[in-house]
Protein backbone atom coordinates (compact mmCIF):
# COMPACT_ATOMS: atom_id res chain seq x y z
CA UNK A 1 0.00 0.00 0.00
CA UNK A 2 1.20 3.49 -0.40
CA UNK A 3 -0.20 6.55 0.20
CA UNK A 4 0.07 10.00 -1.53
CA UNK A 5 1.23 13.38 0.03
CA UNK A 6 -0.62 15.55 -2.39
CA UNK A 7 0.91 14.78 -5.89
CA UNK A 8 -1.51 14.56 -8.75
CA UNK A 9 0.41 12.00 -10.15
CA UNK A 10 -0.88 8.34 -10.90
CA UNK A 11 0.78 5.57 -9.15
CA UNK A 12 1.62 2.14 -10.67
CA UNK A 13 2.06 -0.53 -8.35
CA UNK A 14 0.94 -3.30 -7.70
CA UNK A 15 -1.76 -4.67 -5.63
CA UNK A 16 -0.19 -8.00 -3.49
CA UNK A 17 -2.75 -8.63 -1.76
CA UNK A 18 -5.12 -10.90 -4.01
CA UNK A 19 -2.02 -12.62 -5.07
CA UNK A 20 -1.43 -13.77 -1.52
CA UNK A 21 -4.74 -14.61 -1.02
CA UNK A 22 -4.68 -17.32 -4.38
CA UNK A 23 -1.48 -18.22 -2.91
CA UNK A 24 -2.61 -19.04 0.12
CA UNK A 25 -5.49 -20.90 -1.31
CA UNK A 26 -3.25 -22.97 -3.45
CA UNK A 27 -1.12 -23.65 -0.50
CA UNK A 28 -4.16 -25.05 1.48
CA UNK A 29 -5.36 -26.95 -1.77
CA UNK A 30 -1.99 -28.61 -2.01
CA UNK A 31 -1.54 -29.56 1.50
CA UNK A 32 -4.76 -31.27 0.91
CA UNK A 33 -4.60 -33.18 -1.83
CA UNK A 34 -1.00 -34.93 -1.51
CA UNK A 35 -1.52 -36.78 1.40
CA UNK A 36 -3.93 -39.02 -0.36
CA UNK A 37 -1.83 -39.03 -3.41
CA UNK A 38 -0.77 -42.81 -4.15
CA UNK A 39 2.56 -43.17 -3.67
CA UNK A 40 3.68 -46.45 -5.24
CA UNK A 41 1.59 -50.24 -5.56
CA UNK A 42 1.16 -52.37 -2.92
CA UNK A 43 2.75 -55.76 -3.04
CA UNK A 44 2.43 -58.82 -1.02
CA UNK A 45 6.50 -60.20 -0.14
CA UNK A 46 6.31 -63.89 0.40
CA UNK A 47 6.95 -64.94 3.80
CA UNK A 48 10.41 -66.99 4.51
CA UNK A 49 9.66 -70.64 4.78
CA UNK A 50 10.09 -71.70 8.37
CA UNK A 51 13.21 -73.47 9.17
CA UNK A 52 12.05 -76.65 11.09
CA UNK A 53 14.61 -79.48 12.20
CA UNK A 54 13.13 -82.46 10.02
CA UNK A 55 13.58 -79.97 6.90
CA UNK A 56 15.38 -81.82 4.12
CA UNK A 57 18.70 -80.90 3.59
CA UNK A 58 18.72 -81.53 -0.13
CA UNK A 59 16.45 -79.93 -2.99
CA UNK A 60 13.44 -82.90 -3.11
CA UNK A 61 13.38 -82.01 -6.91
CA UNK A 62 17.12 -81.85 -7.12
CA UNK A 63 18.43 -85.07 -9.45
CA UNK A 64 22.50 -85.76 -8.81
CA UNK A 65 23.66 -88.38 -10.40
CA UNK A 66 26.60 -90.30 -8.72
CA UNK A 67 29.85 -92.40 -10.20
CA UNK A 68 31.35 -94.04 -7.65
CA UNK A 69 35.04 -95.38 -8.30
CA UNK A 70 35.18 -98.97 -7.32
CA UNK A 71 38.07 -101.22 -6.49
CA UNK A 72 37.21 -103.89 -9.46
CA UNK A 73 37.91 -101.03 -11.76
CA UNK A 74 34.43 -100.81 -13.06
CA UNK A 75 32.35 -97.77 -10.85
CA UNK A 76 28.72 -98.18 -9.53
CA UNK A 77 25.83 -95.63 -10.00
CA UNK A 78 23.62 -93.99 -7.83
CA UNK A 79 20.51 -91.82 -8.51
CA UNK A 80 20.14 -89.28 -5.35
CA UNK A 81 21.67 -92.20 -3.26
CA UNK A 82 19.93 -95.53 -5.04
CA UNK A 83 22.25 -97.70 -6.15
CA UNK A 84 21.46 -98.81 -9.62
CA UNK A 85 23.25 -100.41 -12.98
CA UNK A 86 24.52 -98.70 -15.37
CA UNK A 87 22.22 -100.22 -18.02
CA UNK A 88 19.38 -98.94 -16.34
CA UNK A 89 20.53 -95.06 -15.99
CA UNK A 90 18.45 -93.84 -19.41
CA UNK A 91 15.10 -95.73 -18.24
CA UNK A 92 15.50 -94.00 -15.12
CA UNK A 93 16.36 -90.82 -15.97
CA UNK A 94 13.45 -90.91 -18.52
CA UNK A 95 11.17 -91.77 -15.75
CA UNK A 96 12.11 -88.89 -13.14
CA UNK A 97 11.96 -86.16 -16.00
CA UNK A 98 9.17 -87.59 -17.78
CA UNK A 99 6.75 -84.66 -15.95
CA UNK A 100 9.35 -82.41 -15.03
CA UNK A 101 9.39 -78.86 -16.68
CA UNK A 102 12.40 -78.41 -15.53
CA UNK A 103 14.95 -80.77 -16.83
CA UNK A 104 18.64 -79.93 -14.86
CA UNK A 105 20.87 -83.01 -13.36
CA UNK A 106 24.03 -82.57 -11.27
CA UNK A 107 26.73 -85.38 -12.32
CA UNK A 108 29.20 -86.21 -9.01
CA UNK A 109 32.52 -87.81 -9.58
CA UNK A 110 34.79 -89.49 -7.33
CA UNK A 111 37.85 -87.52 -7.59
CA UNK A 112 40.19 -91.04 -8.05
CA UNK A 113 37.68 -92.03 -10.58
CA UNK A 114 38.80 -91.17 -14.63
CA UNK A 115 36.90 -88.73 -16.13
CA UNK A 116 35.33 -91.05 -18.44
CA UNK A 117 33.51 -92.42 -16.90
CA UNK A 118 32.06 -89.19 -15.64
CA UNK A 119 31.69 -88.37 -19.77
CA UNK A 120 30.23 -91.69 -20.20
CA UNK A 121 27.24 -90.58 -17.64
CA UNK A 122 26.78 -87.43 -19.15
CA UNK A 123 26.09 -88.69 -22.76
CA UNK A 124 23.60 -91.14 -20.99
CA UNK A 125 22.05 -87.96 -19.61
CA UNK A 126 21.95 -86.84 -23.00
CA UNK A 127 20.51 -89.84 -24.36
CA UNK A 128 17.56 -89.53 -21.81
CA UNK A 129 16.94 -85.52 -23.42
CA UNK A 130 18.17 -83.89 -20.49
CA UNK A 131 20.45 -80.52 -21.92
CA UNK A 132 21.09 -79.06 -19.00
CA UNK A 133 23.46 -81.54 -16.90
CA UNK A 134 26.27 -79.58 -14.46
CA UNK A 135 29.25 -81.34 -13.35
CA UNK A 136 29.75 -81.03 -9.04
CA UNK A 137 32.93 -80.34 -8.15
CA UNK A 138 33.95 -80.14 -4.39
CA UNK A 139 34.09 -76.22 -4.45
CA UNK A 140 30.66 -76.04 -6.39
CA UNK A 141 28.90 -78.77 -3.68
CA UNK A 142 30.57 -76.53 -0.83
CA UNK A 143 28.62 -73.47 -2.53
CA UNK A 144 25.30 -75.42 -2.49
Known amino acids: MSFSTGSSGQQSEINVTPLIDVLLVLLIIFMIIVPKAPNGLKAMAPEPAPKSLTQPTENPRTVVLQVHAHAGGEPTYSINEQPLQKAEIV??????????????????????????????????????????????????????
Not at 92 to 102: D, G, P
Not at 108 to 121: I, M, R, S, T, Y
Open 91 to 144: QKLTEIFAMRQERVMFVKGDPELPFQHVAEVIGLGHDARIMDIAVLTPKTEAQL
